[in-house]
């Protein structure tokens, strides 16, 4: 049947090794923490929306100047190692 992945729950969530050096693991989520994660998805959402415009606003540049920051190894490990440091402020689950 292969291999189990853990499930997440409304109180907890299951990493991904694209976004977490350590992953998988399960992190439980108390009060603070889904109030930080609210926030991130506010923040996500901005981004978003910025990363629209600016490539309506900015088009053709803006596609190739977004591949050229993000295409080098070292800024993905360097976004990867600090989404890992955030991450770890969570409580973990047993």
Do not use: C, Y
């Not at 853990?6 to 990493?15: I, L, M, Q």
């Not at 693991?25 to 901005?46: E, P, Q, V, Y």
């Not at 540049?61 to 080098?72: E, G, K, N, R, S």
């Amino acid at each position: 049947m292969g291999i189990q992945r853990p499930k997440a729950t409304p109180d907890s969530f299951v990493t991904r090794s694209w976004f977490d050096a350590r992953a998988p693991r399960t992190i439980k989520l108390n009060d603070t923490a889904h109030a930080r994660l609210a926030a991130l998805r506010f923040g996500g959402a901005i981004l978003i929306a910025l990363l629209v415009t600016g490539s309506f606003l900015f088009w053709p540049w803006f596609p190739f100047t977004l591949a050229a920051v993000l295409t080098p190894q070292k800024t993905r490990e360097r976004l990867r190692a600090a989404s890992t440091r955030w991450i770890d402020g969570f409580d973990q689950a047993g």
